[in-house]
T-cell receptor, first 109, second 112 residues
Framework: QKEVEQDPGPLSVPEGAIVSLNCTYS??????FMWYRQYSRKGPELLMY????GNKEDGRFTAQVDKSSKYISLFIRDSQPSDSATYLC?????????FGTGTRLTIIP | DAGITQSPRYKITETGRQVTLMCHQT?????MFWYRQDLGHGLRLIYY???????DKGEVPDGYVVSRSKTENFPLTLESATRSQTSVYFC???????????FGPGTRLTVL
């Protein structure tokens, strides 16, 4: 069993829809939780970072962490074609990150 | 501009050849990392370094060698390339405090 599980998709939604991306994890040592966005043929870039259970908002993006259920989510409101990318969840313990396999998202104009 | 650069961006080589992928960062971050990204596996850690002259294995280190004589450089060497090492390789760095890693643009390696 992988330490981090992420639905690989692909996921296609119409422009303006709310998108929900999810990851589950099994390692209780994970303390920090991140979402990276990766455009085709580019390196991952940090989108959201949080370390406590609850919600964190940044513009159209909301990161949600539920440590008791070992479950994290990323919500994208008013999705735009420019949001089309692969989204990677990542979790850290002991200075290292463990990544999910990524969800490929396409926003249809 | 500050950041992480990787070279070459694309490389084609043959089985058995030695290949070195370069990574350079201008932030003076203490930690540096090498990952490979493959379909179905996501990003997997190959090696990492906490400081100059300090390196350690990650999840998939076999067939790879690293060195770090200077803080800003972290080269990755495939001593005898195999087809299974065909992948996209990413270098990343992070400061000593915090867990956020910053990634380079990647090197796409094909081993024939």
């Amino acid at each position: 069993q992988k330490e981090v599980e992420q639905d690989p998709g692909p996921l296609s939604v119409p422009e303006g829809a709310i998108v929900s991306l999810n990851c589950t994890y099994s390692n209780s040592a994970f303390q920090y939780f991140m979402w990276y966005r990766q455009y085709s043929r580019k390196g991952p870039e940090l989108l959201m970072y949080t370390y406590s259970s609850g919600n964190k908002e940044d513009g159209r993006f909301t990161a949600q962490v539920d440590k008791s259920s070992k479950y994290i989510s990323l919500f994208i409101r008013d999705s735009q074609p420019s949001d089309s990318a692969t989204y990677l969840c990542a979790m850290s313990a002991y200075e290292k990150l463990t990544f999910g396999t990524g969800t490929r998202l396409t926003i249809i104009p | 501009d500050a950041g992480i650069t990787q070279s070459p961006r694309y490389k084609i080589t043959e089985t058995g050849r030695q290949v070195t992928l370069m990574c350079h960062q201008t932030w003076s971050h203490s930690y540096m990392f090498w990952y490979r990204q493959d379909l179905g596996h996501g990003l997997r850690l190959i090696y990492y370094s906490a400081a100059a002259d300090i390196t350690d294995k990650g999840e998939v280190p076999d067939g790879y060698v690293v060195s770090r004589s200077k803080t800003e450089n972290f080269p990755l060497t495939l001593e005898s390339a195999t087809r299974s090492q065909t992948s996209v390789y990413f270098c990343a760095s992070k400061p000593p405090v915090g867990d956020t890693q910053y990634f380079g643009p990647g090197t796409r390696l094909t081993v024939l």
